[in-house]
């Protein structure tokens, strides 16, 4: 091997594709033995260059320099090293990989998954609900068109110079690129499907397959899904368990309550257990607790026995299959980042060695028993390719530092892959010196600003000032507007932000500036006293000076007690504060901050999901919900079809108002695949009640 590395398990599950394999025209081979490096040609470099390169030690040529610094990038960010590697391909990769043109890829992303809000069936209304349901502006024909048209060509340039890049052979292997153009290919014909009917089609397929773009443009994404391919067989077979399991208590349920002679005891086969699809429905929500313990009373009042079936139903659906079910994705999900971070170390070596192999000068010495060849380069050449790589300042920095230390002028490559260890290690952002004073008092000052009780006595205040918020809301809870004072309120608010702006003032005195900003949580309390600044001057000039009795009448864009509302919230926020002063709090919050980002390839497949799902609902069930007759929304009322939208029966979508709940839009419709989710995790109460009025239209 190149260099030691420890035992890594076979995983064929993980990645199929080589890391690194041999092409011809402009790709390197480095994989070869020295003959075959110094005879090709078309490698990254011909034997001229390799001679040029030798054993005086002299300057590498350009194209060596940005092949090694490429490679270098390519470990940073483990990518493969499969790709071009001629001078203009090379300039073109760089260019691709930049955060400007990342970034610029991920706003046209960004744009064409937003096209859903305000496209027809438009989101722009102030409510969802179908009663007052006004939408405030619909796009015209062509003008949404026209904005995707153009992300459509900025997609179709993304993956011709992907395709480029990585050259034919690996492109056939590339299943996510092939994936790619037949989704634009759809969407450019759908496109233009939607131009020739003038924008009044019902099915827009393109909109479906919108989140595929963010899907291959993440690789952590990519992975996550490809996890959740590999885990469907095993979640296959937990589901079928499910299902046997349902049908089993279904059958046993319909024996069990069966229909009786006396009506009065027929409550419980009439309302939950009629016929096989009630008892179905019945038991598949009692799998998630929605509708316990109503299912079980009726059964329960007459005899108490009965609530042994709903236990055991429950004790094996939903306390040890559902949990099976999580320990089995868990388990799956927990291997595959294990060898998801096998493979990565694996190909940030195998960057970094191949990087030597471009810098490798021909300088052959002595080494061991054998008299074996030790390839060296020389340490000016190794600065100066760090120079040119794109990586974080600080580490640049501290690599280069140590590059600079070695004694002898060469490095090997065993020192070459040591000094990239240094990316494993977390960054320290040092703050700037704090500014010096003359005066001995001004020095003590800083030295007592600086100290932590400084810190816990702002926190003290802000924690006063949240009582004094506390006990303001509680002695206004039962008084109605009219005979609210404000003059606690506003004085509170005023005293605490001079404060507040006390303190900013001395932080600044003490630390600068500079090591001012440098600290975040500065940040945040300089912009929160700023607002409330703000907020607090606005209220002054618009109601003047407060005083016993002030209630004052509407003078601008926000009343009085809205004014002092928004300072409250804002001052809230600023309790956040004290977080990082309390240990075990400040390591509760950093844990759950590292999930958050942790977690962001999972939050991308439910974003991909919510998408997909709300797009479908709204197709499908559009306008399927009518109106009241009491809407003031004219142009809905026409699908009021049938008197039962008024029967007010306790529990069903009319009686509770549900009438927000609905699939008109996009944005109502994310909100109900999202709600529907939170309730199938946390078993909620009240899932079903937007799938009842869709009954009809889903059978």
């Not at 069990?256 to 038991?283: G, H």
């Not at 932000?497 to 630390?511: G, N, P, R, S």
Request: proline share 4%.
């Amino acid at each position: 091997p190149p260099f030691p590395l420890s035992p890594l398990p076979r995983v064929p599950q993980m990645e199929t594709e080589p890391l690194l394999q041999g092409a011809g025209g402009s790709w390197g081979v480095y994989g070869a033995d020295e003959e075959s490096r110094r005879s090709d040609s078309s490698g990254p470099r011909s034997s001229g260059s390799r001679q040029s390169s030798g054993s005086t030690g002299g300057q590498l040529d350009d194209l060596c320099i940005q092949q090694a610094a490429v490679f270098i990038e390519d470990a940073i960010q483990y990518r493969t090293i499969n790709h071009r590697v001629d001078s203009q391909s090379l300039k073109l990769y760089r260019w691709y990989y930049s955060k400007a043109c990342q970034r610029f890829l991920s706003t046209t992303i960004f744009v064409i998954l937003t096209l859903a809000f305000f496209e027809k069936p438009s989101s722009l209304s102030l409510t969802s609900d179908l009663r007052f349901r006004h939408v405030i502006w619909e796009p015209s024909c062509g003008l949404m068109e026209g904005i995707e048209a153009l992300c459509l060509l900025l997609f179709m340039v993304d993956v011709i110079i992907k395709s480029y890049l990585i050259g034919w052979e690996e492109f056939r292997k590339a299943k996510w690129l092939i994936a790619y153009i037949l989704v634009l290919a759809v969407s450019a014909i759908d496109w233009m499907v939607s131009m020739g009917l003038f924008c009044e089609e019902r099915v827009r397929v393109r909109r479906i397959l919108r989140p595929f773009f963010l899907l291959q443009n993440s690789s952590l994404m990519k992975k996550t899904l490809k996890c959740l391919r590999q885990t469907l067989p095993q979640i296959a077979s937990v589901m079928l368990l499910l299902a046997l399991h349902l049908l089993l208590f279904t059958m046993i349920a319909m024996l069990l309550f069966a229909r009786a002679q006396n009506s009065k005891e027929n409550k419980e086969w009439k309302t939950y257990f009629q016929n096989v699809p009630t008892s179905l429905t019945s038991l598949l929500v009692l799998l998630t607790t929605a509708n316990n313990p109503d299912v079980m009373i009726p059964a329960y009042s007459k005899n108490r026995g009965y609530a042994l079936f709903f236990i055991t139903f429950s004790i094996i659906g939903t306390y040890l299959l559902m949990n099976l079910l999580t320990a089995i994705i868990y388990n799956q999900f927990r291997g595959y980042l294990l060898s998801s971070v096998q493979t990565s170390i694996v190909r940030r070596c195998l960057g970094i060695r191949c990087a030597f192999e471009v810098l490798c000068c021909g300088h052959a010495t002595k080494a061991g028993r054998r008299g074996s060849l030790r390839m060296m380069v020389s340490t000016s050449t190794v600065v100066q390719v760090l120079q040119k790589v794109t990586m974080s300042p600080m580490h640049k920095q501290e690599i280069i530092k140590q590059a600079k230390a070695f004694t002898h002028d060469c490095v090997t490559a065993e020192q070459f892959r040591i000094l990239f260890d240094e990316l494993q290690k977390e960054t320290m952002r040092e703050h700037p010196l704090k500014p010096e004073y003359r005066s001995s008092f001004l020095q003590k000052l800083q030295l007592l600003l600086c100290h932590r009780n400084a810190d816990y006595v702002g926190n003290l205040m802000v924690t006063v000032h949240l009582i004094c918020i506390f006990v303001a809301l509680v002695l206004d809870a039962d008084k109605p507007m009219s005979e609210r004072d404000g003059f606690f309120s506003e004085v509170v608010n005023g005293s605490f932000v001079l404060y507040y702006l006390l303190e900013m003032a001395l932080k600044i005195f003490a630390l600068g500036i500079k090591g001012y900003c440098s600290y975040k949580s500065n940040l945040f309390d300089g912009l929160l006293t700023l607002i409330l600044l703000i907020l607090q001057l606005s209220s002054l000039g618009a109601y003047g000076f407060p005083h016993p009795g002030w209630n004052p009448d509407l003078h601008g864009l926000l009343t009085l007690w809205e004014t002092v509302r928004l300072a409250n919230m804002l001052i809230v926020f600023r309790f956040l504060r004290i977080i990082p002063n309390i240990k075990l709090m400040a390591l509760v919050a950093g844990s759950l901050l590292d999930l958050i980002k942790n977690l962001r390839a999972f939050a991308g497949i439910l974003v991909v999901a919510y998408y997909v799902f709300a797009i479908v609902g709204v197709v499908l069930f559009k306008d399927k919900i009518p109106a009241p007759n009491n809407s003031t929304n004219s142009s809905l009322n026409t699908h009021v079809a049938s008197p039962e939208n008024a029967t007010l029966r306790c529990g069903t979508y009319e009686q509770l108002e549900y009438w927000p709940n609905n699939f008109n839009d996009f944005a109502v419709s994310c909100r109900i695949q999202r709600r529907t989710l939170l309730h199938l995790l946390l078993q909620g109460n009240s899932t079903p009640d937007i799938i009842v009025p869709l009954l009809p239209w889903i059978i």
